[in-house]
């Protein structure tokens, strides 16, 4: 089975310019996560949905970012516009419904887009 | 609030040595997750073990062994025998019961495992 996919892999661009992150999840997950690794910050959440709705933004920098989930299979990450502030690796990661009410289900990663704003 | 400790910074073995990663965790809920995750060199962040706080008995998976103590708030991690291909980022993480959803993650343990 494939696992979560994103794209690109790499993105080197140069500040003011719009960003636009991928992520495919894993067929029949219903819950999709936005993360940023930084070596200052580590891993910490920006955004999840879940049944394609945005519940949980509060990670989420500021206004520049943007997220959407228009179907159960597609989610981006907008950054517009970008500054070298927002280098970092952006992972996504997604989760099946879980089996029990409140019961956490494991959180699959892709493998991230590195991205570098000049 | 949640807090993930991995005090190990970095540590260095040389291969077929056991190795032990330290996690610590703090939160105020009596049900929670606890996980590791392996990011190797290439980047990718790779979903190791998940564990609830109502089972606390320790697993093994051929060479890897996680060790949970709910009264000294750990979930150690052992390799055994270890090997090259064990060099890798290794994180800890926590998630709630109920509320938000995140991952709490700790900083990361880098091991590096010397031929």
């Known amino acids: 089975d494939a696992g979560v996919i994103q794209s690109p892999r790499h993105e080197v661009t140069e500040m003011g310019q719009e960003v636009t992150l991928r992520c495919k999840p894993i067929?029949?997950?219903?819950?999709l996560f936005w993360y940023r690794q930084t070596m200052m910050r580590g891993l910490e959440l920006l955004i999840y949905?879940?049944?394609?709705?945005?519940?949980?933004d509060s990670g989420m920098p500021e206004d520049r970012f943007s997220a959407k989930m228009p179907n159960a299979s597609f989610s981006t990450l907008k950054i517009q516009p970008s500054e070298p502030r927002d280098s970092a690796v952006y992972f996504c990661?997604?989760?099946?419904?879980?089996?029990?009410?409140?019961?956490?289900?494991?959180?699959?990663f892709g493998p991230g887009t590195r991205l570098l704003v000049l | 609030a949640q807090k993930v400790t991995q005090a190990q910074t970095e540590i260095s073995v040389v291969e077929k040595e056991d190795v032990t990663l330290d996690c610590v965790y703090e939160?105020?809920?009596?049900?929670?997750?606890l996980f590791w995750y392996k990011q190797p060199p290439s980047g990718e962040l790779v979903f190791l073990i998940r564990r609830n706080s109502f089972d606390e008995q320790n697993e093994i998976s051929g060479r890897y062994s996680w060790n949970f103590q709910k009264s000294t708030s750990s979930f150690n991690f052992t390799i055994t025998a270890s090997q090259v291909v064990d060099s890798a980022v290794y994180f800890c993480a926590l998630t709630q019961d109920t509320g938000r959803r995140a991952l709490t993650f700790g900083s990361g343990t880098r091991l590096q495992v010397q031929p």
């Open positions: 939160t105020r809920d009596t049900t929670y997750y």
């Open positions: 990661a997604s989760s099946s419904r879980p089996r029990l009410a409140g019961v956490r289900e494991t959180q699959y």
């Open positions: 067929s029949g997950h219903n819950s």
């Open positions: 949905f879940n049944n394609n709705v945005p519940i949980d």
